[in-house]
């Protein structure tokens, strides 16, 4: 099997893990967010710093939310072109990243392979060399490619020295998701990296609940309010996932 560690949880073994992502607006409502989610018991947290309007005092408020959450924190900047909040420029993003890693700021980064290759590939290097895993990650929420297609998503992904490879897709049929679902077996099987794979909305949420079937290792949930398409509560996500759990 195989697995990765971000602190102290290891991904890639039994029931999918459970993240719940933070989206505060400003400090007071992250806070107050943190608090909430962490009585739910989450195995990661993700801190998606698209929706913070303010985000010159990251540091001070990592600081403030280590104080709050018990689990490790993935720090994500989702861009619009992904789905995320507020624009960002291609300069500015990955200055953020480079922050976030030199500042030892996370348990995980998020970087979207999507980006200018050569940076995302120095990117990786520099967490690397901090010790910090990296999940590169691509979302399409137009539509869902093909299996072949999400492979070679996932493929780039590994060849690009990510730690996890994940992808979210837009499923528009039953055999959208499909095409999914076969993309994370056969990555599970071909890849020498775990995967987190989604199919978003409604059509989807069987992906979100059925990954340690199909071989994706992480799995979204919601407190209040959700952060993509398609989220389950962790409460409900939690009761489901138990009860698929495989009896080998």
């Given at each position: 099997?195989?697995?990765v560690k971000?602190?102290?949880?290891t991904?890639?073994n039994?029931?999918p893990k459970?993240?719940v992502?933070?989206t505060?607006k400003s400090a007071t409502?992250l806070l107050?967010?943190?608090?909430?989610v962490?009585n739910t018991q989450p195995d990661?947290?993700?801190w998606r710093l698209?929706?913070?309007?303010d985000?010159?005092?990251?540091?001070q408020?990592?600081?403030?939310?280590?104080l709050?959450?018990k689990?490790?924190?993935?720090?994500t900047?989702r861009?619009?072109?992904?789905?995320g909040?507020q624009?960002?420029?291609?300069?500015q993003?990955?200055?953020?990243?480079?922050?976030?890693?030199?500042?030892?700021?996370?348990?995980?980064?998020?970087i979207?392979v999507a980006?200018?290759?050569?940076?995302v590939e120095t990117l990786?290097?520099?967490?690397?060399q901090h010790?910090?895993?990296?999940?590169?990650s691509?979302?399409?929420?137009?539509?869902?490619?093909?299996?072949?297609?999400?492979?070679n998503?996932?493929?780039?992904?590994?060849?690009?020295?990510?730690?996890?490879?994940?992808?979210a897709v837009?499923?528009?049929?039953?055999?959208?998701?499909?095409e999914?679902?076969?993309?994370?077996?056969?990555?599970?099987?071909?890849l020498p990296?775990?995967?987190?794979?989604?199919a978003?909305?409604?059509?989807g949420?069987i992906?979100r609940?059925s990954?340690?079937?199909?071989?994706?290792?992480?799995?979204?949930?919601?407190v209040?309010t959700?952060?993509?398409?398609g989220?389950?509560?962790?409460?409900r996500?939690r009761?489901?996932?138990?009860e698929?759990?495989?009896?080998?």
């Amino acid at each position: 099997m195989k697995t990765v560690k971000i602190g102290k949880l290891t991904l890639g073994n039994g029931c999918p893990k459970i993240a719940v992502s933070l989206t505060g607006k400003s400090a007071t409502e992250l806070l107050q967010q943190a608090q909430a989610v962490m009585n739910t018991q989450p195995d990661l947290i993700e801190w998606r710093l698209d929706y913070l309007q303010d985000l010159s005092n990251i540091k001070q408020l990592v600081g403030k939310l280590r104080l709050i959450l018990k689990v490790p924190l993935l720090l994500t900047f989702r861009t619009q072109e992904e789905g995320g909040v507020q624009p960002l420029g291609e300069k500015q993003y990955f200055g953020l990243l480079r922050k976030i890693i030199d500042q030892q700021l996370a348990d995980a980064l998020d970087i979207e392979v999507a980006r200018n290759h050569q940076q995302v590939e120095t990117l990786v290097q520099v967490a690397h060399q901090h010790k910090l895993p990296v999940i590169l990650s691509y979302h399409d929420f137009q539509q869902t490619p093909t299996t072949a297609q999400i492979l070679n998503h996932l493929k780039l992904m590994n060849e690009m020295q990510a730690d996890l490879a994940k992808i979210a897709v837009m499923p528009h049929t039953a055999y959208d998701v499909l095409e999914l679902l076969t993309a994370t077996r056969k990555a599970a099987d071909q890849l020498p990296l775990p995967v987190i794979t989604m199919a978003m909305g409604s059509l989807g949420k069987i992906t979100r609940l059925s990954g340690e079937l199909f071989g994706s290792v992480l799995t979204f949930g919601s407190v209040g309010t959700s952060s993509a398409p398609g989220q389950i509560s962790v409460a409900r996500l939690r009761t489901i996932l138990a009860e698929l759990q495989l009896q080998l």
